[in-house]
């Protein structure tokens, strides 16, 4: 287990420090060729490595630092029932899209984010779909308690918020990514919202609509057989799906803010970052370290008393009876 700690940490922080050196190569290196000019040989080598793959390292990065995460604390059936709907579905919902503009709308990749998938969608889309959307579900079933609660009320609470905050996460990216020095895709019809049509968010609630709610059920086939790991959740579990999700967030705000694109920052974070924090929040805490120290000082105290009690019982019994 510590060796699985260690591993999801080591790619937690590469796929956090991958996020910045894109950003440093991106608005400052990028717009200052004389830069790039400056550098040594290796230092130009380095360069060229990262702007064409530093997308996918990432990418790659957050997915096992996600994977990793779910697989230690919710065990591996849990973490290959969301994995492998929100790939699989993502990436049906993505060759449509790339191939007749249903759901998101008419839209193709650029180079920059890996082998595509039948010349069309990067391998590391349907990645991003799952850590992204993972930890957007995760935070939203655990802050809502629908684990505890019997209404389906609860449960379909949890999908809709969760696919809520995943959109959300696109209301930033898609402009970042879109309209900036060095796109990663490109809008063939270009839409009202900073060059994307509103149909591109139907499609992303509803992709991850249906990859969550495909999860919920296998989750809930899962917890019928075995204990409930979801359920059992504390606020510091969820610190990795937060950090993660923030971490996406700003990453997406500063390309938005650095191209003068705000208003879907204002959006992401009233529907995205507020939401994700107040869920996180709202998750119960762990247990105090000093009650819980407590409690076992006084058990084992009470348990020691109890010894001497009836030890000194069976003496005073044992000193009252006469030898024959």
Known sequence: MKQLVLAERFCLIGHIVSMAFGLAGLLLVLP??????????????????????????????????????????????RWLAFMVPSVFISLGSELLGTSTGFPFGHYGYLSGLGYKVAGLVPVTIPLSWFYLGFVSYLLARTGLNSDRKSSWLYQAGAIALGALLLTSWDFVLDPAMSQTMVPFWHWEQPG???????????????????????ASILWKKISNSTSDAVGQLTRSQLNLPLTVYLGNVAFATIMSLAAGIWIPVVLGLVVGVFPAVTLWWAAKP??????????????????????????????VASAGVAPK
Do not use: H
């Open 32 to 77: 200052n060729p004389e830069l790039i000019v400056s550098l040594p040989a290796y230092g130009q080598t380095f360069f060229q490595w990262s702007m064409a793959g530093g997308g996918v390292v990432y990418i790659v990065l957050g997915a096992a630092a996600v994977a990793i995460y779910a697989y230690r604390t919710l065990g591996l059936w």
């Open 286 to 315: 762990a247990p105090d370290s000093a009650a819980l120290n407590l409690a076992v000082n006084t058990a084992a105290a009470n348990l020691s008393a109890s010894e001497a009690s009836r030890k000194a019982e069976v003496s």
């Open 192 to 214: 009202a919202f900073f060059g994307m049509p509103y149909q591109n968010f139907a499609g992303w609630f509803g992709t991850g609509a249906v990859f969550m709610t495909v």
